[in-house]
């Protein structure tokens, strides 16, 4: 299994904690309360992933990347700067790095099968189901009269 690969996806979840505390403190419109209790709860299931995951580094003897400067060159999530967000563009950005964090632990999960390591198989099954089960959330939230509306419906929130 690609040591490096867990550390990328550590790196995006130490990236994705932070970036999520900014949308959570800069989200405005119609649906501010529920998007920022949402980002809330989502930056708490981060930080305990990343918990999680530096453990199973450490677990088979590897150092987990730990300064911010490794994090940042490690990850495929990008930061965004300070400034008001639109619920649009939260649940945009909030699907994109689902979608970012899915895939690569779809890939960690695969290679660990292939290599009969059912903890850390199992560690990112779990990962993939909550993503799946976030993902259903914000292609609801998408639909009409959710996070498009508080935008005008012209948000390019999709509407579906």
Not at 54 to 78: C, F, G, H, Q
């Amino acid at each position: 299994m690609s040591n490096c690969k867990i550390n990328t996806y550590l790196a995006n979840l130490a990236v994705w904690t932070v970036k999520l505390h900014n949308l959570h403190w800069n989200v405005t419109g119609h649906i501010f309360k529920p998007l920022h209790e949402y980002t809330e709860a989502l930056y708490d299931e981060a930080f305990e992933a990343y918990d999680a995951v530096a453990e199973v580094l450490k677990m088979r003897d590897r150092m987990p990347l730990s300064t911010m400067k490794a994090y940042l060159e490690a990850a495929t999530i990008e930061e965004v700067d300070p400034r008001d967000f639109t619920c649009c563009e939260v649940v945009s950005m909030v699907e994109a790095d689902m979608q970012t964090m899915m895939k690569l632990a779809l890939e960690i999960r695969n290679e660990a099968a292939e290599r009969d390591d059912f903890q850390v198989q199992s560690l990112f099954e779990g990962y993939i189901e909550g993503f799946t089960k976030q993902l259903w959330f914000i292609r609801a939230m998408k639909k009409e009269g959710g996070a498009q509306e508080c935008c005008g419906g012209s948000c390019g929130c999709g509407g579906h």
